[in-house]
Each structure stands twice: as structure tokens, then as C-alpha cells.
């Protein structure tokens, strides 16, 4: 928070620690130099009580979105992640389809196992279940694990904690999904802050401020975020986001053109299957939109 980290040493002791200077000044694409998951070597001024972080380890993996600041860069959420889960709410905020593609694109091309938590369902009418199970087709039909739960539902709460146990696990979703109440349901002991949804639009309420890690009681630990609107693709070659859709993965081997772009090429297998119905044309325009908002490959690609 601000300029300070705390720091988890390998005696399982906190320590407060800041940034060095050269460090922070590093000219990066992300607005913060460092992020919850690092891997960090420190000394520590016992008289003045405060630590210095000397090194950053390279990081194995992460998780971006866009930073609300600078258009130009991005905030990394957090890093070393085995398992990213991403909060999903039909209503009351929606979590749109788009938004869960790039959230899955991005673990995809960092290797980091995803699932998707459909949470609130105990407020769901009718007409929400049926959207929600549509969701849900799209998804396990390509092969992602997806749950329903609520803060009402025990059995559910326990097949997460499986999930969780012993790994470095990313929560994230748009505000007010649920993503801190859920946190308090797996682990009691850690009584994170929550509110109620906004009268106002109905939108979601900022109640985590930071990124923060929680180890928990049952073995792994835990990352809360704040609720997030967009997730950044910055570090992705274009020409290689087909391959982070598995559906789109299965087909291209039958195009016509090796570096078939699947937009407007003869003989596109891609092309064909959305057309068929065999990819879910909402998957196909996440794709087109993905590649239309790179400015370099649009410039070289759509004039």
C-alpha cells in the first residue's frame, strides 16, 4: 500500500519493506514495479524497523488488467499464480461474455489453470438460471471447469476448498461480485470487509482497496483483488491468440493456410466451424475484438 509491502519472510514472519529507488524507477510497461506472488530478497534495518526490497525474482506467470490512469500501460494484479479463479455474476453487476475471454486468453498464455465460479445464484430468477446455463455450455464444452455457488450453499464452498488447497489461487472478477464474502465463507478466520451492492445502476461497491495474500488455514494461499472492468492483453502476439483458444486450436489444423488468421481466408476450418455452430460465435467475436484493438496489427492487417 502506497510505498510500503509487506513482506513474508521464510520464517513466516511479516516484515513492512520498501521499494528500492533504483527499482522503482525502472522503465516498465506496468504502472507498479512490484506485485502480490513476487519473490523477493530483502534486508531488514531492525533499529529503524523497516526492510529495503533489494531484488525481484523473475516472475513465472501473471495476471494484468488495464491501468484506469495510463492508457498506455498496465497494473500487474498479481504473479507465480497455480490457479486463477475468475467471480462471475449473471445480474447485479453482469460479467459479460468478452470480459471471462479475456480472462481466459490471458491464463491460457501464461499456462496458468483457470475456472470459472458462477456466484449469487441463490438470487437468480427464472430467466438468469437459464442465461447462466448458457454460460456455462459455452465454457465446459471447451473444456473449462465451471461451479455454482452462493454464500448459502456449504457443499460447493467445500469443493472449492479442494480446489484451493495448496496453491497460490487469484481471485478476480468486476466489483461486487462476491469475491471477499466468498474468501470469508472458505476460510472464517480471515473476516474480509464486504458490502452490499449500490442502489445506484445497481453496480458493484469497491470493498477491497489492493491487491492482498492470505494464507490459509487448510494448506495454500489466497489473493484478493479489487474488482476489476478491464483485462489487458499487452504482453500477447497477435498473430498467436488463435492458440490460446482450445476450440479454435482444434479446427485451424484443418485450414487451408498454416498461418491461417481465421478472419477472411479461403478454406478457414475456423471459419467453417463458426459458421456450423461448433464455435460459439460469442468466442469468435471476442477473438475479432481482441486482434481489432492491437493498434499494430490492425495498422498492418485491416487497412
Do not use: W
Not at 464474502?181 to 482497496?209: A, M, P
Not at 476450418?269 to 468466442?283: G, P, T, Y
Request: charge should be positive; aromatic fraction near 10%; charged fraction near 25%.
Amino acid at each position: 500500500t502506497g510505498s510500503l509491502c509487506q513482506v513474508l519472510s521464510d520464517n513466516k514472519k511479516q516484515y513492512s519493506c520498501k521499494l528500492k529507488g533504483k527499482t522503482r524507477l525502472l522503465d516498465l510497461d506496468f504502472t507498479n514495479p512490484i506485485t502480490v506472488g513476487d519473490v523477493v530478497e530483502f534486508t531488514f534495518d531492525i533499529q529503524n524497523n523497516i526492510g529495503v526490497i533489494e531484488r525481484i525474482y523473475d516472475r513465472k506467470n501473471y495476471i494484468i488488467r488495464k491501468s484506469v490512469n495510463l492508457s498506455h500501460k498496465s497494473q500487474v494484479i498479481a504473479s507465480n499464480i497455480d490457479l486463477a479463479l475468475l467471480i462471475v455474476t449473471i445480474k447485479n453487476p453482469v460479467t459479460s461474455l468478452n470480459f471471462i475471454d479475456r480472462f481466459l486468453i490471458q491464463a491460457e498464455a501464461y499456462g496458468i489453470e483457470s475456472k470459472l465460479i458462477f456466484n449469487k445464484i441463490d438470487l437468480y430468477d427464472k430467466k438468469t438460471r437459464e442465461k447462466k446455463l448458457k454460460y456455462q455450455k459455452i465454457y465446459e464444452d471447451i473444456g473449462y471447469q465451471t461451479i455454482s455457488t452462493s454464500i448459502y450453499n456449504p457443499d460447493k464452498t467445500l469443493e472449492i476448498k479442494q480446489l484451493l488447497k495448496n496453491k497460490a489461487t487469484v481471485l478476480t472478477g468486476h466489483s461486487g461480485v462476491g469475491k471477499s464474502s466468498l474468501i470469508n465463507i472458505i476460510d472464517n478466520k480471515l473476516k474480509l470487509k464486504t458490502k452490499n451492492i449500490s442502489n445506484y445502476h445497481n453496480q458493484g461497491v469497491h470493498t477491497t482497496t489492493y491487491t492482498e495474500m492470505f494464507p490459509l488455514d487448510f494448506g495454500g494461499y489466497i489473493i484478493d483483488t479489487p474488482g476489476i472492468k478491464g483485462l489487458g492483453l499487452i504482453d500477447i502476439d497477435m498473430h498467436l491468440l488463435a492458440g490460446y483458444f482450445p476450440e479454435m486450436t482444434y479446427y485451424s489444423d484443418n485450414c487451408r493456410f498454416k498461418n491461417c488468421m481465421h478472419i477472411k481466408e479461403p478454406d478457414c476450418a475456423v471459419l467453417d466451424a463458426v459458421k456450423n455452430k461448433l464455435i460459439a460465435e460469442s468466442r469468435y467475436k471476442s477473438y475479432l475484438s481482441m486482434l481489432e484493438e492491437n493498434t499494430n496489427y490492425r495498422r498492418n492487417n485491416y487497412n
